[in-house]
């Protein structure tokens, strides 16, 4: 991001309260992020591991969270909480902007709190309750009965509370359970675009605080999901599932019905898992098992043409 | 979900013709299924696989289709099908509320049928026809010619007749298929949220009569699927593919172009089908092959590690 | 596709300036795709490899690159470009139609260029600079500061510009990173139904020129696609990575963050991306190898039952 003028090292420094090692009239042209950058720009780095890479990136100036040698033709910005900073700058640069009059549509019962935006195109059913500072983006759908805490974000064109997957087979077709539950998102539950969240049955679907979900996540109904969970972008879980606190899911990846997954499992990408998982491990495969032990099988299948070919012999 | 009212066992009973067993005046106040029960709430079961664990849930009235004991400080209502009238109870508590007013957007030479509910933000293109008794919820998009028969419904935000994603390669570009064909859903069918079923590029894609569709599908140009079909989450069928009746697709199951999926088949989540496959048949992997194969085959990589060990010795 | 009326071999031959094959009177009533086709259609064929399937179809009209014996009962259109032709008469028959008197909202600082179709629901954000020559489909949501090129096609429900999934762990919770950043899509980039391509941190996630995605497709922060890349549906693109020209990621892949995969490399269906891939080359499976060798595995791999039987003896 380029910024709106050429801003001196000092000015930044004041903006954020940090101490600038160089320069005070060094010019500032651009933040971003370190992949990214180019002369001119703010990066910033929080982690001893990357320190390197900070310093020696074509960004001119660098938050950073220890007192290290200024390299050549740089500065730096001392900080205590880098991330802090760089998030404060491209606020204080980029703002994010509100709706001006949108135009949405709120169904019987329903309710809105305050500072809360909701954008254009938004659908919210009957008996619906949203919280406080929220952001609603546009083309949301809300079905009736859900309830949404406070400080929550919804990216566009999600669905909250579609009905429940659930029907009985009859000997000429299925037959459509009626769906009456409720989908919870608790506070500062953040939600991608393009996400369905279906309601309950008859029961909860709870999405616990703070769980952040990515783009095209589908959670189905009656599933319970802990507190501070990531879930990547188009991973699925089945129904009736438990997820427990602070459990990741990498990308694709997807769950079965009616499981539980333990506190702060970690399930990388492409998985599918089929069955209950203890918390604090790692887990890989479809069906998924334990992180090292699929890998070591991997490495075992890697062998195998060499294998055949000595046994042959 | 809580009842609005304290309600008697015999006042539950009447509503749906069943036989009472125990106190005629056992508070009922909720009604949920199994997994979500608490005290005076009614859940039901229909499957003597499934009876124990009903009649010892947390549920104090079970619905049930035998004359079973009566479990000490519970209660009974003896139905013949417990699922419709678990079914019944749920929209009589909760009916399903149709939109009042909403404002969507219809074509030209485009037409809907009676007791037809389109909902809010609906974009309905040119030449559409729209049967009787169907639900289309909010913000869905259908593309011109689009034929959808009675009795069906859409969730929000799917797309029905989208582009075929057609390309030619030339030298230096792809040139893009103009699509004209038609996207058919028939009878009963049932699409949930953020689908996106493509129109055929110059014929028809079509979804037979009582299929069902999960959230999140993807159903590629000019596919012809059958009846009573059941297509989980996040699937996605490529083009010019046939599925037959009765198939049942688990979820992020993934079926490439112009092969043929035999009547029955079933296949598991997270396969991929690179081939046609004979009907009546379990399938799993990827690529899909016949699901006792597939399980073999993991099971003996299983073994892997510890066979290396021992070829050493 | 049925045409409006009957028409002759010699209308049809005159609308695509192609030679007629047969009686000038031969009648003409519909155009389909080989795959789909009947009696008195019109279909194409422009590769050797298919000429026979096309000449022994159910067509009675085919429009072909060479001059082939007319087989008996059905007629010829000799073309030098039968996809231009035959697209040109699906054009012809069935055109585009474009909305009339569309609602949608635009924000500040937004510009829309000549000939471009907005359709109804469509959301613009502000600072939003779209080309000329681009159609819009309903309700696609379209975030601040994107930038898109001349000949964009976007179709319905599909989201450009919503937030990095960018979080950093604290103690207690996740702190969202405010995203500033752009979304760039360059001319002629193309992109299905359902998509959700996010905005850059604070750089530009970048899709190239020429580029074209199905459906469903996922494209995190701060990617940069090269040009004339086809993703097909359900692909998955976890953020700041690098996809050079003219690579081919076909259904439901998944693509791990900060990665290069080189000009032209092929990955297979349902394959994750777990390291940067070498150009020029195939590749399969999850973690993906290069397609040979993950064939040889799987080869393999179905041995085992056998094998391991052998060992036994």
Chains 1, 2, 3 share one sequence.
Not at 199 to 217: A, C, E, F, W, Y
Not at 248 to 260: A, C, E, P, S, Y
């Amino acid at each position: 991001m380029k910024l709106d003028r050429n801003y001196s090292l000092i000015e930044i420094a004041k903006l954020i309260n940090a101490k600038a090692i160089g320069d005070e009239e060094f010019v500032v042209s651009g933040i971003n992020e370190i992949h990214m950058v180019t002369s001119g720009d703010i990066t910033f780095v929080d982690h001893e591991k990357y320190y390197n890479k900070a310093l020696n990136s074509n960004a001119t100036t660098i938050i950073i969270n220890k007192d290290v040698p200024c390299p050549e033709g740089k500065t730096l910005l001392i900080s205590d909480d880098p991330f802090r900073d760089y998030n404060y700058l491209t606020k204080f640069f980029s703002p994010l902007q509100q709706p001006e009059n949108p135009i949405y549509t709120i169904g019987k019962n329903s309710s809105v709190g305050i500072n809360t935006y909701i954008h254009q195109g938004v659908v919210i059913g009957n008996n619906v309750k949203i919280g406080d500072n929220c952001i609603i983006y546009p083309n949301v759908v809300i079905y009736d009965h859900s309830i949404i805490g406070n400080n929550v974000i919804i990216q566009a064109n999600t669905v909250i509370g579609g009905d429940a997957f659930y029907y009985k087979r009859r000997p000429d077709y299925y037959e459509k359970m009626h769906s009456c539950g409720r989908t919870v998102l608790e506070d500062w539950v953040e939600i991608g675009c393009n996400c369905t969240i279906d309601r309950g049955v008859s029961g909860d679907t709870i999405i616990g605080q703070g769980t952040k979900l990515d783009n095209l996540v589908q959670i189905g109904h009656d599933n319970v999901i802990g507190k501070n969970c990531i879930i990547a972008s188009q991973c699925g879980i089945a129904g009736v599932t438990t997820i427990e606190d602070e459990v990741i899911l990498w990308g694709q990846v997807g769950v079965t019905k009616d499981i539980i997954i333990g506190k702060g499992a970690i399930v990388s990408a492409k998985s599918g898992v089929s069955k209950s998982l203890e918390g604090g491990k790692s887990y890989f495969g479809a069906p998924a098992k334990e992180f090292k032990q699929a890998i070591l099988e991997l490495a075992y299948i890697a062998k195998l043409p060499k294998m055949f070919k000595d046994l042959k012999k």
